[in-house]
DNA sequence: CAGCCGAACGTTAGCGCTAACGTTCTGTCG
DNA sequence: CGACAGAACGTTAGCGCTAACGTTCGGCTG
């Protein structure tokens, strides 16, 4: 490995035979160097292979043109998320770092912070959880831009609209014709999925139609939880003919189990997700679900991120990007046949629920 | 947003009376302190709330206890591995920043190894493309650890054992029976592609079996190519009867297509795949693959690098992983039926399977 | 033509830290 | 008891860079 000096400002200026800091002008694309020499350091500074050291110009309190990321990689989308983000980014000549947080660990990010503050302009925090981590940046010099926090944030803030969604899921059910409408709930640790129970017992108030805690059943966002919360739905007496699921995976979980028992989505039961990973759109049946506007908020995230670096004291903005429900094989309308059987123990909450159906 | 003052060690050496050299010698725990004094010190660093700027530390030449990765987040896996490399990292009192490459890019990372060398004291390079990034990294002055890059690589590396994990899955197959074996490919820019492809060739030959070429199909690794080189392999007058996938996501795929076609895997055909995926497990049929030591190359990378970094002059080391054969739903012995009118066909060849499979 | 202004440079002082030396002081031994 | 070793500190220089001043000099004005 033959090691290589890298040549610091300093020579490329002795090179070019003018100073330090007409060589810094000159590289910094800042006034006081006439245009030839300015090419002419420019040239030079190429062939000598010069890079700018980040730490020392981060040490004289310049911009590094670096943002960091803190990010939960094992979540889904964060990877999507982080992969729009580092394009937006090098698109302005930002390079971005990011650091991957632990699973599942509470265990004070005061250092994490403070590090990237270091080394980077500014930060985004992907966090899906409400934690502590976001006070103790409150003081930390440094701007920062939170994804998915939610409403309550202190700082400014990206989120796709998860409420809206949930409501698109399930008035697109109501209009189908469902009446007994069941949900598998997600890991309530997070706003997303708080927000999704919300939208489905708001919707089902909204439509007058009775709300059976039977029917809302714990999930955690696996495939595994949505299996076992499909079953419990199975056991009812009288069972949901469509549920809202609050993740893809967790409803391609109930769909086994639905048809483990032997019957068919949409054919007995339709299913509605939310996210649209890649694959609802391959696997049978193709999965009616809402989907998240990663790249939006990716955009979104960055470009707020950098105003705020370079100085525009934006107000906290609160940016909440639309969902977008995208109607696949899985939901079907209600069958006739069960319509009427139905149609008794349902009679006050149809009104409601047509009129809401429009 | 409060902002908040960080104090220097210049402060906390004021603070504490003592100097500049003596509060960082404490600090960084070296020689030369009393031990009231260091106490004394560390105690009102603490309270202070001092965290060591680390861009001026690399400006002197000290170790940051950073050290970069750079990788492809995209990439099947890459997730699980870095989780597991900043838990190893972090475990070592390091910390871990991430860099996310673009796409399928191939522009010059010269100044992407050039930022993380101002910022970290080593890099690890999740690279599964052959590339001229590796070059350019000849020089970095820096330590580099590759995963994923295969034995040719010019720097210490770890892989799995992509070829052997092909061999086992394959000897599998044969051990059961089987005797036309289709092999599904991966994208072959990945040495771990190539790699399994060599091995089903090999297992073939050694097994004495005919290599017919209508039985290789080009995949990419996704579910869909999978589906479409299953569909190719259904068509064939004379259809395989085990199909080896490159990869569990386009294994996936191919079953899908052979649901289809009205067989039942492993009934009629029996399928195994490679990475050992999460919902490989839970998915029906669970899928017989091949596992990936992902936990032990993230180990294996961040332990050598360190080793590097403390200096330890590791003479290029290639360290390559056992992979592990799972067998479960998705494989089961050839029926006899077929077998018998197979056999006159592979007559020589059963000889040196039955010979291969002990 | 003195005076002044501004463009085009150069010089100086630090950012926060550490390596490499000084300096002081205590103990110890011939 | 003088010399000397070594622990416990302090001082200095500099990592690579930039902000904030100097300096020079051509050109313009009254």
Redesign the pocket.
């Known amino acids: 490995m033959m090691k290589r000096h ?1 040549p ?3 020579e ?2 002795k090179v070019a ?6 060589a ?2 000159a ?2 694309n ?9 090419e002419d350091i420019l040239r030079i500074a190429d062939e000598m292979g ?4 980040r730490a ?2 981060k ?4 911009r590094t043109r670096i943002i960091g990321v803190v990010a939960e990689l094992h979540t889904p989308f964060t990877s999507d998320l982080l992969l729009g983000m580092g394009a937006v980014a090098r698109a302005a000549d930002y390079e971005m770092l990011v650091y991957s947080l632990p699973v599942c660990d509470r265990r004070p990010p005061h250092s994490i912070i403070e590090m990237l503050r270091q080394i980077a302009d500014g930060v985004i925090v992907i966090l899906p959880y409400e934690s502590d981590y976001l006070e103790s940046m409150a003081t930390a010099h440094i701007p920062v831009v939170t994804i998915e926090q939610g409403i309550e944030s202190a700082f400014p803030s990206v989120t796709a609209d998860n409420y809206q969604g949930g409501c698109a899921a399930l008035r697109h059910l109501i209009e189908l014709g469902h009446r007994r409408i069941a949900f598998i709930s997600g890991n309530d640790r997070l706003t997303s999925a708080r927000d999704r129970r919300r939208a489905y017992r708001d919707v089902l108030a909204q439509a007058r139609l009775p709300h059976d805690p039977a029917l809302e059943v714990d999930g955690d966002f696996l495939r595994k939880s949505g299996f076992e919360a499909a079953q419990k739905l199975l056991a009812l007496d009288d069972r949901p003919t469509a549920i809202f699921a609050a993740n893809d995976t967790s409803a391609y979980g109930a769909i086994a189990a639905i048809r483990e028992a032997g019957l068919s989505v949409p054919g007995d039961i339709s299913v509605v997700g939310f996210d649209d990973i890649p694959i609802a759109s391959q696997l049978h049946p193709q999965l009616t679900t809402v989907r998240q506007p990663l790249q939006q908020m990716a955009r979104a995230s960055v470009n707020l991120l950098l105003a705020l670096i370079a100085g525009l004291d934006a107000p906290s903005e609160q940016i909440v990007l639309p969902t977008q429900l995208i109607v696949r094989e899985s939901t079907t309308p209600l069958k006739v046949k069960r319509k009427k059987e139905e149609a008794v123990k349902v009679e006050r909450a149809s009104a409601g629920a047509a009129n809401l159906a429009r």
Not at 59 to 62: D, E, I, K, V, Y
Request: glycine residues 8%.
């Open positions: 890298y610091t400002l300093a490329v200026a035979g003018v100073s330090l800091m007409t810094s002008r590289i910094n800042r006034p006081g160097v006439s245009p030839e020499k300015r010069y890079v700018a050291n020392a110009q040490l004289t309190g310049a």
